[in-house]
């Protein structure tokens, strides 16, 4: 029998992401995402319903998270659900579904608040210079020839 195991969302952050590094130096980090459902009631109203997801981000992919991300920032997840299990301090076995990130897209421009006023397009243009990806931001448009 096949099987799918695969999560595409896109959704806003609910608080700024959470860093901790494991004992082997690894970065991991958790995001909180609201992701929206929105449908037609009998009545013919439209409601929306937020969903709120963790997303579990590894290795350096996490510190950028952590750099560049904060509460209210949009991004595009893609992923798996991954189950984890553990004893609580009650005695208590506890579950919990998760995704674990493969991808993390940014979708707004960074933010000043955590990256430093103006720093945020100097770090696209040091990357554009090392040979990097073009990620210029978009007010950058005075060297587009059309």
């Not at 959704?11 to 449908?39: C, F, H, M, Q």
Request: net charge negative.
């Amino acid at each position: 029998m096949a099987s799918l195991n695969s999560v595409f969302l896109i959704g806003n952050l609910t608080r700024d992401p959470e860093l901790k590094y494991i004992p082997g130096g690894t970065a991991v980090s958790n995001l909180r995402l609201a992701v929206n459902n929105r449908y037609k009631d009998q009545a013919g109203e439209y409601k929306d319903v937020a969903c709120f997801i963790t997303v579990v981000v590894w290795g350096k992919q996490a510190e950028n998270c952590n750099q560049y991300l904060s509460k209210g920032s949009p991004v595009f997840v893609e992923g798996v659900f991954q189950s984890r299990s553990w004893e609580g301090q009650d005695g208590q076995k506890r579950n919990v579904i998760e995704v674990r990130a493969r991808r993390v897209q940014f979708l707004g421009r960074p933010s000043s608040s955590k990256a430093g006023a103006g720093e945020d397009e100097t770090v696209f243009e040091e990357n554009a210079q090392a040979g990097g990806s073009q990620n210029i931001p978009a007010d950058h448009d005075s060297d587009v020839p059309f």
